[in-house]
Structure formats: C-alpha cells, structure tokens
C-alpha cells in the first residue's frame, strides 16, 4: 500500500468517566458516511444498545450502521493483522479503524505499534489521537497521578466534554490549561461528546502543515508533564541536529511523549519536517522556502520532567559554523 491508501487508524483515550464511552456508542451508531472497525478492549463494558446490533459472533459485532465493533482479546498486532486479513479477503469493508484504549493507559505504547511490525506499518497508518476530557473534574484528575497528563500530552484533538457544567471562565481556564499541557492540540468544546465525527477520522497528525500551530508558550512548573517550543533563526547543521535527536531519544526517548518541528538547515532549499513518539521518529524534505516567508527552525517538545533550559543550551549546539 502507498503513503495515500494505507488505513488511517484513531486512536481514542480518555480518563475514566470522561465520556469516551459516550463517544464510542455514537461513533457505532451515528449515519457519519464512514464504515469503521472499532477496536476495544471489552465489548461488554461499553453497554452496546442491543438495537445497533445487527449480527454477531464470538469476536465481531456488526452495527446497524455498517461499523464493526471488535473485542480486543489477544496482543492487540493480531487483531490487526486479522482485520487486514479479513479485508484482503473481502469479508470486511471497513476504510478506517478506531482503537480505544483503557481509562488509564498510556496512548504511546499503542501508537508505537505501527512503527514496529513491516506489515502492520505497511497497511496503517496512524491518523491522530483523540483524547477526551472531563471538563469538570479535569483539575482533580491531574492531580492524582501521571495518566490523565500523558493522555493529554499524546492528543492531536482534545474533547473538552461537559462543558455545560462549566461558567464561561472556568471554561477558560481549563483551555489555557490544557494548551500548557499540549500547546499543539487543537481544542473542541462539547455536551455528551456531541460533536463531528467525521472531523476526527481526518486528523492527519503526521503530516505538518505550512507552521506548527502552537497555540502557548507556556511551562508548567506545577505538573510532571511540560510542554515547550524551541525556535531558532540562524540555520542549523544537519549533522549535528541529527546526532543530537538521536542521542536525546535513546536517554530520554521513555520521558518524550509527542515532538514536531520544523527545521531551517543551512544549504538545503526545503524545509525538514519531523515527528516523534518516545524513542521513534522520523524526518523527511519537505517543500521550499518561499521567498517571502521567515526562515526558522521551531521544534516542540512535549515529555515529563523535561528540563526546557538543559534542551535550550544543546540546541544552540546544532546551530551551523558562521
């Protein structure tokens, strides 16, 4: 498969209680044009509505509106390659898959999935991660442990649900906090994750656009997840940057949730584009500079107990010999 007819594959998480089940029973039943298989971990434990049913056996339910709900009972590999089997094979029609992942899991492990195996790389690929939030016992969440920050600093679309338990102000607030979580996801408000569900099937999270958007510049001093953006005029050496990214990735690639840039290197005409999750990433030539356009490296680096000074300092290292 090439680049442009892999299966695009969401991957949707969410604290407990923060209404990804609600999601997940509206994806399965709501007429949103796009024949999906669902991967969950349980289908008992996301109460299917028995009417959305239209047949099913030990492993596979068919939904009333083309969907396919599938049980995540062995090494989540398998059931993709089995899906692809089923596909090849014409027993399936799907044209994209969504994967939901536990109350409190980690989304990076999930993700690492489609860069690990040749097959499962060759016919995936990773459209985006969804995260849904409890707007209003977000701030409680943070402050139990780590889990609700790594959903959060995985997501490329946050769901701030329940908002209608919110003022105008506290509403705000949680934006502003959430964007010095994550400053590159993009934030959609919701009531009972009533929102497009088509908008969430084209994400496209490993393709950077003509800038990052980077909605704050922010460090929060408080949690263990930060969040902060390197820019740098001068252009860099392509050498050194490439031997710096490797060697952070391999020290500190666990702590490294999500980074994206986009460089300025000295001699070539086109912008280098990268992307990463913990101690995978990947680089490709992206389109020229226009003429008019500011010429500027900017990289974001989203991780736990990152020291942003320490990533300052080493990055002004790569800066290119005057």
Known sequence: MTQTNKIPVTILTGFLGSGKTTLLNRILSEEHGRKLAVIVNEIGQIGIDNRLVVNTNEEIVEMTNGCLCCSIREDLLVALKK????????????????????????????????????????????????????????????????????????????????????????SKHIERLLQELNPTASIVSAVNCEVEISELLHINTFKVKEKLDIRTDSTNHIRSVKAFVLREERPLDFAKINEWMTAVVEVLGENLYRYKGILHVEGLEKRVVFQGVHTLFAATYDREWKAEEPRMSEVVFIGKDLNKEWFEEHFRMCIAQE
């Open 83 to 170: 899906l692809l089997q089923a596909k090849k094979e014409q027993k399936s029609e799907f044209e994209a898959i969504v994967i939901e992942t536990t109350g409190l899991a980690n989304p990076g492990p999930v993700i690492q999935t489609f860069f690990l195996d040749p097959v499962i790389e060759a016919a995936y690929q990773v459209n985006g991660v969804v995260t849904v939030v409890d707007g209003y016992h977000i701030e409680k969440h943070l402050d139990k442990g780590i889990e609700a920050q790594e959903q959060i600093a995985f997501a490329d679309t946050i769901i701030l649900n329940k908002t209608d338990l919110l003022s105008s102000e506290e």
